[in-house]
């Protein structure tokens, strides 16, 4: 009887200290969320909360990437203001939030064109020519194909080569110099072994000298543009007014088909 008692004694104890950190907690919790710091983040999160935009899958072969939303975190951001006790709107943090439907989990289908979203373009050269030059040396971000042995890290590379030895090569240069975006520039429907689980992307817009009257009309925000070697620079100039005219900034691929806001 002595030890039954005894253990009904400890039960209660344990179930008193039980509800004791319950309560503590619940006061804790209640004086947090009536503190006027906490009070002005929540008052916020309404406002500055964004929701996800999901990728758009086309024809199960092509993909437009989504963009990610954000999620104010109250509690981080009140665990910043705490030293201070005061509020302080550049302390706030935000949680990333994914989408649903996310390039991230459909790196088989092949991107098409970047998120409208991001008021962005990217422009991009067959080579490392006049033309790729003269942006990079008025602070143009600049993506140009390779498909040799040439390497400039002054640009964003993007691996275009057809051979298994050259693209390896290629790859291995990049992943030393840490500028691999591990994208690949995709010719046909049809993905190359290299290319697995890698970003693929088609240009939707190619502008060469004989099309450039109509295609320089088509340009809006998301296009990915393949600039062709027949381009002159008084054409590329062209281009680049209408890209202006649009207050359309000029980004590198990588940061285009991104779904980081």
Known sequence: MIIIKKFFEYIGIIGICLLSFYYTEKVALYVKNKNPIMKSIKDLKDTLDVGYIDSTIIDDIYIIPGLNGQELNANRSFSNMQEKSVYDKSKLVFNEVRPVISIEDNKDKIIIRGNKEKNSV???????????????????????????????????????????????????????????????????????KNCKNKYLFKPSLIINHSNIS???NKISSGEIILIKDSITLTELNIILNQIKYQDLKIVPLSELISENN
């Open 122 to 192: 990217s422009l991009i050269f067959e080579n490392v020519n006049n033309l790729s030059k003269y942006l990079h040396q008025n602070n143009y971000k600049v993506n140009v194909l390779i498909n040799s042995e040439d390497y400039d890290l002054n640009y964003e590379l993007i691996n275009d080569s057809n051979s298994d030895k050259i693209y390896n090569n290629i790859e291995t240069f990049l992943t030393k110099n840490k500028v691999n975006k591990n994208i690949c520039y995709i010719k046909s429907d049809e993905i190359p």
């Open 214 to 216: 109509t295609e320089k």
